[in-house]
C-alpha cells in the first residue's frame, strides 16, 4: 500500500541556518503531495502542497519540489527562525486510496535555536 | 477556503462514560470525512473512513465497538469513545473531503481527550 518515509528527528538547528527534511513516498496511483506542520499543543496545519510531478510548492519561506524520478517530497527552508520549531509531516493523497485519505509520514520534530 | 470545525477542543471524563466528538465542514459539504489518532510525539494513525449516510470503514486493529462513528448528514460526522480508559487518552484530528475537490483533506482543530 501506499506509504511516506522521512527522516527521523529531532533536528536541532541554529537561528538563520539551512533546514532539509527528506521525505520519500510510495504510491501505486499518482498522489498529491503535503507538507503539514504541528506546533506545540495545536492541531495541523497545511504549510505546502503539490499535485503532479514537478510542480514546486512553497509558503512562508519553506519549498519542496515533487520529484516522480526519485519519489521525493523534500522539504527546505533558507533560513530557519525560532518561531519555526515545531513537527513537521510528510503526507500523501491519492485517488487510489479510496477517498483521498491522507497518509503520513512519522513526523520530525524540529528545534530551532536562538 | 475549506473548514472543518471540531468540537470540544478538549475534553476530560471518567473511566467508563462514554465523549462524542464532532466534525463538522461549515462551508461545504463532505462526502468523506476521516478520523485520526495520535498518540503524543507520534504521526496519526487512521482510524476509519466515513461516508455520508453509509457505515464508517474501519482500518485494520481498530475496535469498531469502542469507536463508533456516524456521518449522517453532509457537514456533520460524530466520533463517539465508549466505555472510555485511561488508554484511549489521545488527540483526535478529523478531516474531510469533497466531491470534485482536488486530493486535499481539510483537518479539524484537534481534540484532545484525557480518561481519568
Known amino acids: 500500500g501506499d506509504s511516506v518515509t522521512q527522516m527521523e528527528g529531532p533536528v536541532t538547528l541554529s537561528e538563520e541556518a539551512f533546514l532539509t527534511i527528506n521525505c520519500t513516498y510510495t504510491?501505486?496511483?499518482?498522489?498529491?503531495l503535503f507538507w503539514y506542520v504541528q506546533y506545540p499543543g495545536e492541531g495541523l496545519q497545511l504549510l505546502l502542497k503539490?499535485?503532479?510531478?514537478?510542480d514546486k510548492g512553497s509558503n512562508k519561506g519553506f519549498e519542496a519540489t515533487y520529484r516522480k524520478e526519485t519519489t521525493s517530497f523534500h522539504l527546505e527552508k533558507g533560513s530557519v527562525q525560532v518561531s519555526d520549531s515545531a513537527v513537521y509531516f510528510c503526507?500523501?493523497?491519492?485517488?487510489?486510496?479510496?477517498?483521498?485519505?491522507?497518509?503520513f509520514g512519522a513526523g520530525t520534530r524540529l528545534f530551532v535555536k536562538a | 477556503g475549506a473548514v472543518v470545525s471540531q468540537h470540544p477542543s478538549r475534553v476530560i471524563c471518567k473511566s467508563g462514560t462514554s465523549v462524542k466528538i464532532e466534525c463538522r465542514s461549515l462551508?461545504?459539504?463532505?462526502?468523506?470525512m476521516f478520523w485520526y489518532r495520535q498518540f503524543p510525539k507520534q504521526s496519526l494513525m487512521l482510524m476509519a473512513t466515513?461516508?455520508?449516510?453509509?457505515?464508517?470503514?474501519?482500518e485494520q486493529g481498530v475496535e469498531k465497538d469502542k469507536f463508533l462513528i456516524n456521518h449522517a448528514s453532509l457537514t456533520l460526522s460524530t466520533l463517539t469513545v465508549t466505555s472510555a480508559h485511561p488508554e484511549d487518552s489521545s488527540f483526535y484530528i478529523c478531516?474531510?473531503?469533497?466531491?470534485?475537490?482536488?486530493?486535499?483533506?481539510?483537518f479539524g482543530q484537534g481534540t484532545r481527550l484525557t480518561v481519568v
Open positions: 503526507a500523501l493523497s491519492d485517488r487510489n486510496t479510496g477517498g483521498f485519505k491522507t497518509i
Open positions: 466515513s461516508n455520508e449516510g453509509s457505515k464508517a470503514t474501519y
Open positions: 503539490a499535485t503532479k510531478a514537478d
Open positions: 462551508d461545504f459539504q463532505a462526502t468523506t
Open positions: 478531516s474531510a473531503t469533497f466531491m470534485g475537490g482536488n486530493t486535499e483533506a481539510f
Open positions: 504510491a501505486t496511483g499518482y498522489p498529491s
